[in-house]
T-cell receptor
């Protein structure tokens, strides 16, 4: 069963614009992770934010976590064509494997 | 070495064939996973190995048989598959619960 739900399902932006994806989940978590998947390839771990953290940065990525609303957002600033991919959030709720959301398909148009 | 290596990258097999997928990591990760992913869907968990022992089987049909010969290697044996089993099969590993996963690039399986 899926724990996280990403929004929007698909997003198309121009190169240089910012892209924001949201993830909502249902139960308490230990941490929330974001992954990127280029077409037909494996997933790449982007960032992990723990339940006691509110914001985290990695390069052009900014992740926020609001445990009261059970939601997270991933912001990609100054997007590039190479950022075109599917982005998944995944929740860690304890001694169970990650459960992935449905994903957001991001298209960055040059 | 910070990679998970999956072989083969592509596999086409008939419904009566027996084949195996291989996954290898040398990061000392003690948890290893098999996921199945259909087009435009999220990865779905199949199996989890923790310290070389099968800890989770997500009610996967017996035509899929996992094996963990040692802490670095994970196999998925395939037998009498159906066309609907065609998918991208992803292997991943993690240091422990609470850490990120490292994924391989996957095996694209087509059952004919």
């Amino acid at each position: 069963s899926q724990q996280g739900e990403e929004d929007p399902q698909a997003l198309s932006i121009q190169e240089g614009e910012n892209a924001t994806m949201n993830c909502s989940y249902k139960t308490s978590i230990n941490n929330l992770q974001w992954y990127r998947q280029n077409s037909g390839r494996g997933l790449v771990h982007l960032i992990l934010i723990r339940s006691n953290e509110r914001e985290k940065h990695s390069g052009r990525l900014r992740v926020t976590l609001d445990t009261s609303k059970k939601s997270s957002s991933l912001l990609i600033t100054a997007s590039r064509a190479a950022d075109t991919a599917s982005y998944f959030c995944a929740t860690d709720i304890g001694n169970t494997p990650l459960v992935f959301g449905k994903g957001t398909r991001l298209s960055v148009i040059a | 070495d910070t990679e998970v290596t999956q072989t083969p990258k592509h596999l086409v097999m008939g419904m009566t064939n027996k084949k195996s997928l291989k996954c290898e990591q040398h990061m000392g990760h003690r948890a290893m996973y098999w996921y199945k992913q259909k087009a435009k869907k999220p990865p779905e968990l199949m199996f989890v190995y923790s310290y070389e022992k099968l800890s989770i089987n997500e009610s996967v049909p017996s035509r899929f048989s996992p094996e963990c010969p040692n802490s670095s290697l994970l196999n998925l044996h395939l037998h009498a598959l159906q066309p609907e089993d065609s998918a991208l099969y992803l292997c991943a590993s993690s240091q422990a619960t609470g850490y990120g996963y490292t994924f391989g690039s996957g095996t694209r399986l087509t059952v004919v």
